[in-house]
């Protein structure tokens, strides 16, 4: 090899290097950020729950798909994510918990339709979500082979499972 071609190669490579010795560490670089807390104001709770129910019903037998987030299939926070911005223009967090953690919690009394109802179906924290239609009903997406479906709150599974009720209303 020429030398002027290896001396450019060292140069290149130092370069590399240099640049690999910035990065911050992984163990910074993938820390999420705090979820900003959420609350709508440009429509009212009664209004607001009923086009979030009329667009969410819609959504009934719609393939469950891991990270999906499209009418093509979804899961659980991509339903609930999907729905709020299509019924009512919100933009949501893409997680379970990072939706749990900028709603405000309220009693399991007091969910209305368009609240969303939190579940730890993991062992390690909200993991799951579904969107609250009154009467005791929620919509959402629960595993892999099924589809968007209505669940009680009673069903021994959730109920077993809740963790918290939440709205951004």
């Known amino acids: 090899m020429k030398p002027a071609i ?42 607001g729950g009923q086009e979030l129910m009329l667009h969410s019903m819609d959504l009934v037998g719609t393939p469950y798909r891991w990270g999906g987030s499209s009418d093509s299939g979804f899961d659980c926070s991509g339903m609930v994510q999907y729905v709020y911005k299509n019924a009512i223009d919100v933009s949501l967090p893409r997680s379970s918990r990072d939706m749990a953690a900028a709603s405000r919690t309220i009693r399991t009394q007091d969910l209305r339709t368009g609240d969303l109802v939190f579940f730890n179906t993991s062992g390690r924290g909200i993991s799951h979500v579904g969107l609250y239609i009154g009467n005791g009903q929620f919509l959402h997406a629960p595993r892999s082979g099924s589809s968007v479906q209505t669940e009680s709150l009673n069903t021994p599974y959730y109920a077993k499972r809740f963790v918290k009720a939440g709205t951004f209303f």
Do not use: E, F, V
């Open 6 to 47: 290896r001396l450019l190669l060292c140069a290149a490579l130092l370069q590399l290097a240099a640049c690999g010795g910035i990065r911050k560490p992984a163990a910074t670089a993938h820390k999420s950020k705090p979820a900003r807390t959420i609350r709508i104001t440009h429509i009212g709770r009664t209004a």
